[in-house]
């Protein structure tokens, strides 16, 4: 059952073709695998299924915090997320240095400069499952990612400043 917010669905439901969430729809992009049932690790799907918001991470000398929900955490010089099946903190925020595999959060490009964090195998990962599940900007119109689901710059701000910890992402084939 969807959840609902003054009278507004209040779950973001995104498929390959766009997303809707409270009354609004948004362009998207999936991963480069497209949404999978049987997500694993380096596989470019997205997940299908429910995820939830389980964070927000931004950086501060590139977005304002101001407009941003007080959950919301900067991504500071030397956060890193594992991506290693093997890493005991596989799926999970870690810093430098890092003796595992992983991703730079503090990126060059601005995919990562806000990013809503999904609860896909987490905070109890299961090694090769999939990591690093996140809502981000996109590199441009419906170019595809690693499995994340993509946004417009002012789109995925637009849905930041409204979202909740707990908000539900359907994503459907």
Known sequence: ???????MVDDLVVTRWGAQFLGRGFPVAVGRGGISSAKREG???????VLRIVGMLYRPD???????????????????????PGDPWY???????HGFGHEDLRRG??????????????????????????LHRWRRPR???AGC????????????????RGTRVFVRH
């Open 91 to 97: 799926n999970h925020a870690v810093k430098v240095p």
């Open 62 to 84: 590139r977005v304002a915090g101001s407009g941003l929900p007080l959950w919301a955490e900067p991504i500071l010089p030397g956060d890193l997320w594992s991506d290693d």
């Open 1 to 7: 059952m969807l959840q609902k917010r003054g009278g």
């Open 149 to 164: 689901i993509a946004f417009a710059p002012g789109d995925l701000a637009w849905i930041a400043a409204r979202v909740h």
């Open 109 to 134: 490009d601005p995919l990562y400069d806000l990013v809503l964090v999904t609860d896909w195998n987490y905070p109890v990962a299961v090694p090769g499952k999939g990591s690093a599940i996140f």
């Open 43 to 49: 596989d470019g799907a997205t997940p299908a299924g």
């Open 143 to 145: 170019f595809p990612t």
